[in-house]
């Protein structure tokens, strides 16, 4: 059953109703007809006050922490081309050369895993479940502030994105307003494929109590990154029993990871991380 479904039969208040589409539509990156009733059910889709933990100096201190500890095992600026596996060993093929090793995980988003080649190509079944998983759209926009702020957030109902300004680690409020998007219909609305200038302006006459510049609007999208396709991805009504274990169970030597392959907790960087646990561990059981 779709969200658009289930909120059908909803007797309360139409204006609670709609902003409560448009907050877990946003979330999830697509429409409440395409999205399934199930999502909601979710960490991600509930209205639950809670604490909400950030990492100092952005998220990606966590990889680029990771990746200082391994040096230079880890290659920069190589893309995987194809990955060949047999009963013997996996080889990674690159355009500076290949990498033969015991096991290989591919973490790479869902919409570039269903363009990389294998040989042999993995089971139908696998591949039937990686194209019901459905491919999220957001987009992020962050707009210089001018003038001190709180701590605020407010959501844009029929724009379908919200916007907050929250405190760093040094407890002081950043001098950027942040705003998040969600859905291709929301995108298109605020015009994100021709720049950040409509979005921008828009998110300024919602928040027209901050006072922001417009002029160095800062713009971040997932769809349009070869490297990436997608911003992550999210339960559709397309989804199968049995989806969630097909997507995450390794084939012979190859192993699976990423937030898609996480369960209920894909669509989030916990489930990111949880998976690449998953994925160890399941590589030191079999192949150390």
């Keep these: ?3 658009a479904e289930a909120a059908a039969s909803w007797q309360g208040s139409p204006a609670a109703l709609a902003v409560f589409l448009s907050r877990v539509t946003v979330t999830n990156g697509i429409n409440e007809y395409r999205m399934s009733a199930a999502s909601v059910v979710g960490i991600a889709s509930d209205l639950v006050w809670r604490p909400t933990w950030r990492v100092a100096g952005g998220a990606q201190q966590l990889a680029a922490g990771l990746a200082a500890r391994l040096g230079s095992a880890i290659h920069l600026g190589t893309p995987a081309r194809s990955i060949e596996h047999d009963e013997d060993s996996v080889r ?3 355009d500076s050369g290949n990498v033969t090793a015991d096991a290989v995980i591919a973490a790479v ?5 269903r363009q990389l080649p294998f040989s042999p190509d993995l089971p139908g079944y696998l591949r039937s479940a990686w194209q019901r998983a459905g491919l999220a759209h957001n987009a992020k926009l962050h707009l210089p502030l001018t003038a001190p702020a709180t701590a605020s957030a407010l959501q844009s109902v029929p724009g379908r994105y919200w916007t907050w300004t929250a405190a760093d680690v040094s407890g002081q409020v950043q001098p950027v307003l942040h705003a998040f998007a969600g859905t291709e219909e929301g995108l ?3 015009k994100v494929n021709d720049g950040p200038e409509a979005w921008a302006r828009d998110a300024k006459a919602l928040r027209h109590e901050l006072s922001v510049d417009t002029g160095r609007a800062m713009l971040t ?7 990436a396709g997608e911003s992550y991805t999210a339960l559709t ?3 199968a029993a049995g989806d969630d274990e097909l997507v995450a169970a390794p084939v012979g030597r190859v192993h699976l990871a990423g937030e898609h392959t996480a369960g209920s907790w894909s669509g989030l960087m916990e489930g990111a991380l949880r998976s690449g ?3 160890a561990d399941e590589v030191l059981a079999r192949w150390a």
């Design 1 to 3: 059953m779709s969200l």
């Design 92 to 94: 990674v093929r690159t």
């Design 109 to 113: 988003p869902m919409a570039v895993l």
């Design 188 to 190: 298109a609305t605020l």
């Design 221 to 227: 999208t997932w769809n349009d990154d070869p490297w």
């Design 237 to 239: 009504v397309d989804h």
């Design 277 to 279: 646990v998953r994925a």
